[in-house]
């Protein structure tokens, strides 16, 4: 079973410009998680996808947004780059279950870094 | 208010001992499942260990295993015979269930050197 797949694993982008990043969930999950993990704030968490629809959505300003495909896979774009957006973009998917247990599988990140 | 509290930024273990990494946590809903993840160096959240609030007993996987004490609010992982592999960061996290926003909430964080 693949696990979830984050692209690109780095990336290098200049003040003022916009990114988008991807992530596949497992095979089967509907939800995706996005958190952004700096060495200042920790894990801060961004929204989540569930059936193509925003369900959460953390303290973030308008610049960062997402959307969620029927397949499920997900992207997160961020425009207008600061500095203090340089961090680890991490992914999570889960089977979406509200009265589940569980918790996230991660993907091993995207490692933006603003300049 | 936070509501997961690592109060250890940074440990140090010989190898082969074993290792208690604490956390404390707050929520008023009866409801909630606890979470511990590893983090290496490459950045991969790597998930350990669940505890869920009704659970009689104390999780357990392999080598690691979690200590709950509900009335402490307090989930610490311990860790036997650790290996120089679990140099990590490591964090503990919750999710209140059901609750209106479906998120887990991570701890700040400890990093765990294992020494040789």
């Known amino acids: 079973k693949a696990g979830v797949t984050q692209t690109p694993r780095y990336l290098i982008k200049t003040r003022g410009q916009q990114v988008t990043l991807s992530c596949s969930p497992i095979s089967g999950h509907r939800s995706v998680s996005w958190y952004q993990q700096t060495p200042g704030q920790g894990l801060q968490f961004l929204f989540e996808?569930?059936?193509?629809?925003?369900?959460n959505k953390g303290n973030f300003p308008g610049r960062f947004s997402g959307r969620q495909f029927s397949n499920s896979r997900s992207e997160m774009n961020v425009s207008t780059l600061e500095l203090g957006d340089s961090a680890l973009y991490l992914c999570?998917?889960?089977?979406?279950?509200?009265?589940?247990?569980?918790?996230?599988?991660f993907g091993s990140g995207t490692r933006l870094t603003v300049v | 208010a936070q509501k997961i509290t690592q109060t250890q930024p940074g440990m140090f273990v010989q190898e082969k001992e074993a290792v208690t990494l604490d956390c404390t946590y707050d929520?008023?809903?009866?409801?909630?499942?606890l979470f511990w993840y590893k983090q290496p160096s490459s950045g991969e959240m790597i998930f350990l260990i669940y505890q869920g609030s009704y659970d009689q007993q104390n999780a357990t996987e392999g080598r690691y295993s979690l200590n709950f004490q509900k009335a402490r609010k307090s989930a610490n992982l311990v860790i036997s015979a650790s290996q120089l592999g679990d140099s990590a960061m490591y964090f503990c996290?919750?999710?209140?269930?059901?609750?209106?926003?479906?998120?887990?909430?991570f701890g700040k964080g400890t990093r765990l050197h294992i020494l040789p």
């Open positions: 996290a919750m999710r209140e269930v059901p609750n209106r926003d479906d998120k887990i909430i």
């Open positions: 929520t008023s809903d009866p409801s909630y499942g």
């Open positions: 996808y569930f059936s193509e629809t925003q369900r």
């Open positions: 999570a998917s889960s089977s979406g279950s509200r009265t589940g247990g569980y918790g996230y599988t």
